[in-house]
């Protein structure tokens, strides 16, 4: 049977204990014990379903990891109080001092600074490789690989990673592979492909709402206790658990998030068309154009659409300045970074979230000045979006002459 993420999260029932339509939100960072030996027991990790502490995880956490570990087809979850506070425990769980992690190159910023620059410290060296060329990434694996790290959808540059034939490589060579889906909740199910973790930043499009921060691990119950260790986890020791309060209000807001990836994908698939006719440098994972459409067709859940986010080559910084500046003038969206609002956002990566690149290996990626990232909005009539952006570009000279004459 086809896999229904969003079905999956519609039929969990959790009640408040007065009955609530809404778990009662767990609003104590520490718990008592009915008897010093279950407290005992707890922290030698043999009780299940007693509370600890907080940092360890409280019964909000537990409701928005379940949500969370349901729509990603895996075991269970653990969240946490950002997606980096997700990525870099995961990673520190499963490498240490003289292990080796291959990674996509084009990952968003901070895991590739965390991966590039923090990790050596701790002796733990990475190959960045691209990801859309299997025999690179094997060639990468040598014998103190622990991971294989990669994006489902890429950030900035929208490139697709071949999970079944990533995950194939990672089982032959007794690797783990990690994949960060945040781009494309719903619409692509990394562990159904074979995926061994599948991570998010619950910042971006499942929250949606931009109030607030979170992170995910999703994976096996066995992973998941291990990072939780009171002794050795990462995420435990590390300390970068969400607070309750907003797992609740995280988990109010997942409800909605299948309509809301329909409506996004929707928008950013007629702007892509729309932005390639008029002859505009266009990447969008919809398009027939794109080098891997046929690959996220192949991976998807179809009715999600292809996501929300797409790129526009402008040519130089400073037209994609001068088109980004005016664009929030016209109340078309926010100059800003981050994803997933109901607001379009902008922002060019090259000087921003991506800053964190050396130059070289941005031109070699295809990381270009002109480039902005476009994370498509919740508009209702995205007609009258794409007319009042024509005209932007027009009074730019963004827009070739001929086509000009057509606005
Ligand atoms: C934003 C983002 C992260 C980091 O998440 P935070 O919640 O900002 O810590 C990781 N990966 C991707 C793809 C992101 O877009």
New binding site residues.
Partial sequence: MKFKPANKIQDLQYFGEFGGVNPSISDSSTYTFLSAKTMFDTFEGNADGCYLYSRHTSPSNLYLGEALAAMEGTETANVAA????A?TPALLQLCGAGDHVVSSRTI?G??YAFLKNFTPRMQIETTFVDITKLETVEAAINKNTKVLFC?AVS?PLLEVADIKGLAEIAKKHNIKLLV?N??SPLSISPAELGADVVLH?L??FINGSSDT???VICGTQDFIDSLRSVNDGASMLLGSSMDSMRSASILKNMRTLHIRIKQHSKNAQYLAEQFENLGLKTVYPGLVSHPSHELFKSMMNEEYGYGGLLTLDVGTLENANNLMELMQHKNLGYLAV??GFYKTLFSAPGSSTSSEIPEDEKVEMGLTDGLIRFSIGLDNDIERTFQIMKECMVKLNILKPELQELV
């Fill in positions: 950002t997606g980096m506070g990525i968003y901070g895991t994006e950030n960060d945040t781009f930043s910042t971006k921060m979170g992170g981050s994803l």
